[in-house]
């Protein structure tokens, strides 16, 4: 999860790597969100995308849903890091599109503000930022996590581009991370396969841990692990690996060496295309084999 730690732990990095100051954080942030550009997919499928509005128990949440032009197909719900729905995950979103999927990008703040909730070129390294997003962040929880993932499974459900007799697929970044547990664990009649990419508190002390819902899930998941957030919680991962080796819940759990926490985002600072389109790779096998 994005906190003081991880913002320190990134800037020792990149200084490290002579990439950039903190004062460069913002100039990358502007220059990317206007000049981003992911690898092409390969036999990419032409897409049609809309802005959505889906109603939940707690209000209307904007939302971008994007899909192949013909057929049906399995459904995809992306939960977003901490700087919300914006066009790095609008474009991460179009991109899992063009590979078959059915693909609802969620504002996971709509309770507060229409995304996107912060500018381009915002960057969780700057006070400011991190001041509008952080009280948004905590208003949410495990019972609006639930609450939310049942509002978009039901919406999915009921467009024209979905093949219903297909499992969903979930993923999440940073904060998404256990959001996409707590979906995989109460839904498992029709979630199939989720992946948390450098995701926070998988596992706690708490009583509502995410990682307690594992006995509950009947799919496949994929944990990546940046090296700063294992390095700081080495135990974490075993935790895991043993309480889903425990439920005998396929899983596959690496830490991927030199990537920081932030790293599959590409307008996030620490960005590395290597290990974010090895993590990419990874996403797409898992779900060729739990949503087939």
């Known amino acids: 999860m994005c906190d003081n730690h991880t913002v320190e732990e990134n800037e020792a990095y990149l200084a490290l790597a002579k990439k950039m100051n903190r004062r460069d954080f913002g100039k990358l942030g502007a220059s990317a969100a206007l000049m981003m550009m992911l690898p092409a997919v390969s036999n990419a499928q032409d897409v049609m995308e809309m802005d ?18 013909t057929g049906t197909h399995a459904a995809v719900i992306i939960w977003p890091d901490i700087l919300g729905l914006r066009p790095a995950f609008r474009a991460m979103g179009k991109r899992l599109a063009q590979s078959g999927y059915s693909v609802l990008v969620v504002n996971p703040f709509y309770r507060s503000a229409k995304s996107p909730v912060v500018g381009p070129g915002a960057s969780f390294q700057d006070p400011a930022v991190a001041a509008i997003v952080r009280p948004m962040a905590g208003q949410l929880n495990a019972t609006t996590h639930i609450s939310d993932a049942r509002a978009f499974i039901n919406w999915v459900d009921q467009q024209d581009s979905v093949d219903t007799s297909r499992k969903i697929g979930t993923t999440g970044y940073c904060m998404g991370g256990p959001i996409v547990m707590r979906t995989v664990a109460n839904f498992p009649e029709r979630v199939g396969a989720g992946g948390s990419f450098h995701g926070g508190g998988l596992n706690t002390q708490n009583p509502d841990s995410p ?60 960005y590395n295309e290597a290990q974010a389109e090895r993590a990419w790779s990874r996403l797409l096998a898992t779900f060729e084999t739990a949503l087939a």
């Not at 959505?52 to 032009?69: K, L, R």
């Open 211 to 270: 990682h307690l819902g594992i006995p509950n899930m009947d799919g496949r998941m994929l944990i990546a692990i940046a090296q700063n957030d294992d390095q700081r919680d080495p135990e974490s991962k075993n935790v895991l690996r043993a309480a889903f080796a425990a439920a005998d819940v396929p899983a596959e759990i690496e830490v991927y060496e030199g990537a920081m926490h932030g790293w599959c985002v590409p307008d996030s600072a620490v």
């Open 52 to 69: 959505v509005d889906i109603q939940t128990p707690d209000g209307v949440a904007d939302c971008y849903f994007v899909h192949p032009t």
